[in-house]
């Protein structure tokens, strides 16, 4: 039993701190049925004991993890034993491992399976690898230091940063262990015969620089069969039998779902830089006011604990914030480290080219060129940015990998490369010194360019999903491309705008993407024709999508007019198609009507099936007003026509209108039965706007047949989707779907309340009521208004006005038994 007395701190299941530790390594230093105490609980009780019980003095030991030599005292009295062995702390064995002066945060695994590698007789050699900065040196320490009296001959650390000759290698154990040069005999024979027999663990730090003399190691392991080695390098020293055991970088939170403080302040990264910063300044509070840059600055860190033991101290001049905006330069901020670490981890620069300077040029010039990659890059990518065969690029990203400056995962199959973002901010902090940066910035702009024409030309067919699927993954290097192209080369910013504006259409980024094209269409107003027209067309289509029909009508004629001047009837077509949809959601019917049949002419001229069906489809919404039977005939004939082109996003599309306008035409049988083919198309597709639509329509279907219990399951099941879909449009029906089910099922407070909430986003985003569904929605509104009288309507809708959108989303889909995350 170990006894000390201290202020731990509390948490969830227990307490945690360096005194619960202080008492835990007093346990360990004892035997069974033995009872120590530490010098502070011996004081408190020293005159408290019964009669026949009292304290022997068994001098002062080393504690692992505690710096300085312990005093340490033992119960005796009768009925317990007074004899022992000698006490289990780290004085009973030789070693030369430096005191710990603070506790090891974050690495609890690491350090298990590290303890439990070497416990093993057939384990030998385990190496940490990872980038610099992420404390492999201190975690081989703690290791080392909780194994040492399993290691009879003790644990020794040789320091090898000084040693940048392999041959040296030798030279610099034989130092540390006091093994002298024999005249005649090689000094790796005379280390061989040192440790031939002793039960040693051998701790070679910071390997990597010197890796050749990796055989080194392994001859000694050979000769020597009790030894052991804990090696640490940015590179696993690729021998028989060895274990590697990678060092990530420390846990850091997540920003857009932070948790209580207390929780947070657990948070691995969090606690290493409230540790270093209330070192420095013991005031520091760590509250609800501090704890979003906090989290901000350590995720922004990337989780490095070099890095945020940098930042950490920059408190005493600067505050959170400022130190958040610095970051965006954090090299010239995280300097000045501890004056007794290695010179490498007195600034994050240096830690980072001391592995950058350890590359063959080859792979530093492919280091420097992969920084331009923002979010990480498919071999491919990087490939078609390199002028170096494929073969050596493939070795090359590999190389890097091993060499922890990469980091390799797997996405669909395809192996993704990806830095570290401060480790990329070093990469392309050396291409500008190289005078390379705008070089491959307008490399890494054209490949991307190339890659949204291409997408763009899928995104109607049956390759959909997947290409939707890659421009998602690569957002980060597109929106890189278009910032540098907005700037450098304009005209690669307005065709880039122009293939990617059906992306953000089906993912929803509407506002963002009406940014970026309204940016480039203002740095091109001088181009030709043929440049702006397809961006104008998005542009007006994107701003339709936003609710602002001036804008949008606006634009859509000035990619008419500049179509009809190229005599490119295509342009012409699309324009007045989306032109026609414009003036549907204004209630200009007839004029519509014109606008689309125009259009439906031309594209059936160019024989351009895709656009016809789409044009059949706006068509039907601009006559289902008057005639419902030639809507549905028209949607029909979109149905068949992507039938026969086996297009999922134009059968899905026709599918869904078709149940909207059996829907709306109160057969619910059909409605049902077309939504649920519509469905599994989606699902098969993996068409994630179209499930969503879908399920908002079932759920009205359910509602309407008084099935209210299907309605809320629809609605759950559209929850679930909307979590990862983050659409506006989406969140806005899925919100006023609630209110109007409330409604029908007679809780008229929460149903206004979520009109409310549904309305005030609906104008936020830009996103109107389908005219076809007005008199539906007054449907409902009206039930709530009966229920509550018009004062109190009017009250639970103001509520719900001033709702945020994440309380408006959990009320909904607590309404509907989801779970959902704001």
């Known amino acids: ?208 620089q010197v890796v050749a003399a990796a055989p080194v190691v392994a001859e000694l392991l050979a000769a020597c069969r009790k030894l052991k080695v804990l090696a640490t390098s940015r590179m696993r020293l690729r021998l028989r039998g060895e274990y590697e055991l990678p060092v990530p970088p420390l846990a850091v939170p997540d920003l857009d779902d932070l948790p209580p403080v207390e929780a947070l302040s657990q948070v691995a990264a969090v606690e290493l830089f409230l540790q270093g910063a209330q070192a420095v300044l013991p005031s520091f509070r760590f509250d609800e006011g501090s704890a979003a840059p906090v989290a901000a600055i350590c995720t922004r860190l990337d989780g490095l604990p070099l890095a945020i033991q940098l930042a950490a101290p920059r408190i005493r001049l600067l505050s959170l914030g400022a130190i958040v905006a610095r970051l965006d330069n954090r090299f010239k901020l995280l300097t000045g480290g501890a004056r007794d670490l290695p010179q490498r981890h007195q600034t994050l620069r240096e830690c980072i080219a001391w592995s950058y300077d350890l590359l063959p040029q080859s792979e530093r010039t492919l280091f420097r060129h992969l920084a331009v990659f923002v979010g990480g890059c498919t071999l491919e990518a990087a490939q078609a940015l390199d002028n170096s065969p494929d073969s050596d690029v493939g070795d090359g990203l590999f190389s890097l990998v091993e060499k922890s400056l990469l980091r390799h995962t797997e996405q669909d199959g395809e192996p993704r490369f990806s830095m570290l973002e401060t480790i990329r901010e070093f990469g392309v902090e050396r291409l500008e010194a190289e005078g390379e940066l705008e070089l491959w910035r307008g490399r890494h702009a054209r490949y991307f360019l190339s890659l949204a024409e291409k997408a763009e030309a899928q995104l109607s067919g049956a390759a959909q999903a997947d290409w939707l699927r890659q421009l998602a993954e690569e957002q980060d290097n597109l929106r890189a491309a278009l910032k540098w192209s907005l700037q450098a080369e304009p005209p690669t910013a307005l065709r880039l705008a122009g293939a990617l504006w059906h992306f953000w259409e089906m993912r929803g980024h509407l506002a963002e993407g009406r940014n970026w094209l309204d940016e480039a269409l203002n740095r091109n107003q001088g181009a030709p024709d043929a440049l702006r027209v397809r961006a104008l067309t998005g542009a007006g289509k994107v701003a339709f999508l936003q609710g602002d029909f001036a804008a949008a009508s606006a634009l859509l004629q000035g990619a008419l007019a500049a179509g009809r001047a190229l005599g490119d009837e295509r342009s012409v077509a699309t324009a007045l198609l989306y032109s026609g949809l414009v003036t549907t959601y204004q209630g200009d019917f007839h004029r519509a009507e014109a606008l689309i049949e125009e259009s439906l002419v031309l594209l059936r001229r160019l024989g351009d099936r895709t656009g016809t069906g789409a044009a059949l489809l706006h068509l039907s919404h601009a006559v289902i007003q008057s005639d419902v039977a030639r809507a549905q005939h028209l949607l029909e004939e979109s149905l068949a026509l992507a039938r026969e082109m086996d297009d999922d996003n134009g059968t899905i599309m026709a599918l869904f209108f078709l149940g909207d306008a059996a829907f ?72 006023e779907s609630c209110g109007l089910l409330a409604a029908a099922q007679g809780c008229p407070e929460q149903a206004a309340q979520l009109m409310g909430a549904a309305q005030s986003l609906r104008e936020a985003i830009h996103c109107p009521l389908a005219p076809s569904y007005h008199a539906l929605y007054e449907r409902h509104a009206n039930l709530a208004r009966e229920a509550l009288g018009k004062a109190g309507f009017e009250s639970a809708w103001s509520q719900g006005r001033a709702m945020p959108v994440e309380q408006a989303l959990q009320l909904a889909s607590s309404g509907v038994g989801a779970s959902m995350e704001a």
């Open 1 to 208: 039993m170990g006894l000390h007395t201290g202020c731990p701190t509390r948490i969830p299941g227990g307490y945690v701190g360096v005194d619960v530790h202080h008492g835990a390594r007093l346990m360990a230093a004892g035997h069974g049925l033995q009872v120590l105490v530490s010098e502070t609980t011996h004081h408190l009780t020293e005159n408290e004991l019964p009669p026949d019980a009292g304290w022997r003095s068994l001098g002062r030991h080393r504690l692992r993890d505690i710096a300085r030599p312990q005093s340490i005292y033992q119960l005796v009295m009768a009925g317990l034993p007074a004899d022992f062995p000698p006490l289990k702390t780290i004085d009973l064995r030789p070693h030369n491992l430096p005191a710990l002066v603070s506790a090891l945060i974050g690495r609890g695994q690491e350090t298990a399976f590290a303890q439990a590698l070497l416990s093993r007789p057939e384990v030998r050699l385990v190496t940490f690898t990872g980038i610099g900065g992420t404390g492999k040196t201190r975690l081989s320490l703690q290791v080392a230091s909780d194994a040492l009296s399993d290691f009879e001959d003790g644990a020794f650390f040789v320091e090898l940063a000084a040693v940048s000759d392999p041959a040296l290698v030798v030279a610099a154990i034989a130092h540390t262990l006091e093994v002298s040069e024999v005249a005649g005999q090689p000094l790796l024979d005379s280390l061989k015969h040192h440790l031939k027999e002793k039960q040693m663990l051998l701790v070679l730090d910071n390997f990597e």
């Open 664 to 735: 709306l035409s109160s057969e619910w049988n059909r409605a049902q039965a077309l939504f649920h083919e519509c469905l599994a198309r989606a699902q098969r597709s993996g068409n994630d706007l179209g499930m969503v639509y879908t399920l908002w329509g079932l759920s009205h279907t359910a509602r309407e047949t008084r099935d209210f219990s299907g309605a809320r399951q629809r609605l759950r099941e559209m929850f679930a989707r909307l979590q990862a879909l983050a659409h506006g449009w989406g969140l806005a029906f899925a919100l």
